[in-house]
C-alpha cells in the first residue's frame, strides 16, 4: 500500500502524532481522516489526509467537512452552558419552567441538567418514526413532550442518541426565541472562526465528505435483544447513508448532524479547555465551563451497555474510558469521530474522519493518536 501523504502541520514536540495518525492509513484503517489539537488555546497539530470518498476519486482537502454524529453533542451541550453562564437556564429548573407542554405524562419534575446528562428516560420515541420525522422539529419535540419516561428519570443513565439534541434543543429555543443551531452558529462559531454546522446550508455541500458505513452486521443496535437498544436504534432507523443527503445535511439535529472538522471541532471546544476563552474573546467564564465537571450520574448505560460518568452534557474521565488527567470531559461520535477536552493541561484534541467503525463512542484510531499526544505532552 502507497504511503499516504499527511498535510498540515505538527509542532516538533508532538511528532510521534503524525506517526500514529500515518499509521492508521497504513493499516488500512482509513479513508480520510483529520486530527487537532490545542494546547493553552495554541493549535500545535492540524494535519489531515486521504480521500473524502470511497473511490478515491475527492481528495480530503484542508476545508473538507463530515458529518461527525453524536460528536455534535459537545457543541450543543456548549450552546446550552453558555446560556447557562449568562444567567438564561438554570440546570436545576423543572423542563417545564422553559417548555410548560413537556411536564405531560409524570414528567413535571424532571430537570434541565437531566436531560444534559442522558438520565431523563427519554432515550427514544413511543410513536412509531420514519427518518423524515428527524428533519420535522416540530414533530419530534412534541412527541418527546408528549411521552412518559421510559425509566424513573434520575435513577439511571441511558444514552438519548437522538432525542437529547431535540430535548436540549427545544429548551434552547424556547430561551431564546432561536433554534439551536442559530444560537450555536451566532454565538460560537462565528465568534470562533469555526467551520463547524448544525444544519448546513447547501453552499457547503460540495465540501462534504462520504461516511462509509461500518461493516455489515455491526451497525448501531445490530444484533441487541434490549428493547431500549431496539427502540432507540431502529426508532427511525439509523443510516449513515442519509447524511449523503441534503434533508439530513440542511436539518437541525443536535444530537447527531453536525457537519465540520477536526479543526472546527477543537475551535470550539478549545473554548472549554481554556477557561472560557478563545480565538482572543472570553466566551465563558471559567466556572460556566467547569460546570460540566459536575458528576450528574454514573453507573452502567441502559443503552450503551457500558459503565458511565455523564457531567453537564459530557462524558467525564472515569467509568470505561482512562484519560491522563481527572478533570477531562469528552465526547465521540457514532464510526469513530471523538473530542477530548483536558482542563488540567488546557488541551483539545480532535478527530474526525469518514470510514466509520463499528462504535458508538469513538474507536482505538482516535485513542492511538491521543496516547502519541498525551506521551509527547508528558515526555
Same mark, same amino acid.
Do not use: L, W
Given at each position: 500500500m502507497s504511503k499516504v501523504e499527511v498535510h498540515? #502541520? +505538527?509542532?516538533d514536540k508532538y511528532a510521534p502524532v503524525r506517526a500514529a495518525f500515518e499509521s492508521n492509513f497504513a493499516t488500512g484503517q482509513? !479513508?480520510?481522516?483529520? #486530527?487537532?489539537m490545542t494546547v493553552g488555546g495554541e493549535m500545535v497539530a492540524d494535519i489531515w489526509a486521504g480521500s473524502a470518498d470511497e473511490a478515491g476519486t475527492r481528495p480530503w482537502e484542508q476545508d473538507t467537512i463530515v458529518n461527525v454524529y453524536s460528536t455534535t453533542? %459537545?457543541?450543543t451541550a456548549l450552546t446550552a452552558l453558555l446560556l447557562a453562564d449568562r444567567g438564561e437556564l438554570d440546570f436545576a429548573a423543572p423542563v417545564a419552567r422553559y417548555w410548560p407542554e413537556f411536564a405531560a405524562n409524570g414528567k413535571a419534575d424532571v430537570t434541565v441538567a437531566q436531560l444534559m446528562s442522558h438520565s431523563a428516560g427519554l432515550s427514544g420515541w413511543k410513536e412509531p418514526l420514519v427518518r423524515e420525522d428527524l428533519y420535522d422539529w416540530e414533530k419530534a419535540t412534541s412527541l418527546l413532550a408528549a411521552q412518559a419516561p421510559y425509566w424513573t428519570p434520575g435513577t439511571a443513565p441511558g444514552y438519548h442518541a437522538m432525542t437529547q439534541g431535540f430535548l436540549v434543543g427545544e429548551v434552547v429555543r424556547r430561551v431564546t426565541g432561536m433554534s439551536l443551531g442559530t444560537v450555536f452558529r451566532k454565538e460560537l462559531a462565528e465568534p470562533l472562526g469555526a467551520d463547524f454546522h448544525i444544519g448546513l446550508p447547501a453552499t457547503e455541500d460540495h465540501r462534504v465528505a462520504d461516511l462509509t458505513p461500518p461493516p455489515p452486521g455491526s451497525g448501531i443496535g445490530q444484533g441487541q435483544s434490549d428493547p431500549l437498544v431496539t427502540n432507540m436504534a431502529s426508532n427511525p432507523p439509523i443510516n449513515p447513508l442519509d447524511t449523503r443527503t441534503r434533508a439530513w445535511r440542511g436539518a437541525e439535529i443536535p444530537a447527531a448532524g453536525g457537519t465540520g472538522n477536526a479543526r472546527s471541532v477543537a475551535a470550539v471546544q478549545t +473554548?472549554?479547555?481554556n477557561g472560557g476563552f478563545a480565538n482572543g474573546k472570553q466566551i465563558l467564564s471559567e466556572a460556566g465551563c467547569r460546570k460540566a465537571l459536575e458528576l450528574q450520574i454514573e453507573g452502567n448505560d441502559l443503552i450503551l451497555g457500558i459503565p458511565v460518568r455523564y457531567g453537564m452534557g459530557f462524558g467525564l474521565a472515569g467509568g470505561a474510558v482512562p484519560f491522563p488527567n481527572p478533570n477531562t470531559i469528552y465526547w465521540g461520535g457514532y464510526g469513530g469521530s471523538l473530542v477530548v477536552i483536558d482542563m488540567d493541561a488546557r488541551a483539545t484534541y480532535a478527530y474526525?474522519? !469518514?470510514k466509520m467503525a463499528a462504535t458508538t463512542t469513538?474507536?482505538?484510531?482516535? #485513542? %492511538?493518536?491521543l496516547m502519541a499526544a498525551w506521551g509527547a505532552m508528558a515526555g
Open positions: 498540515g #502541520f +505538527v509542532h482509513e !479513508n480520510g481522516a483529520a #486530527f487537532c453533542k %459537545t457543541m +473554548v472549554m479547555a474526525a474522519m !469518514n469513538g474507536d482505538m484510531r482516535a #485513542f %492511538t493518536i
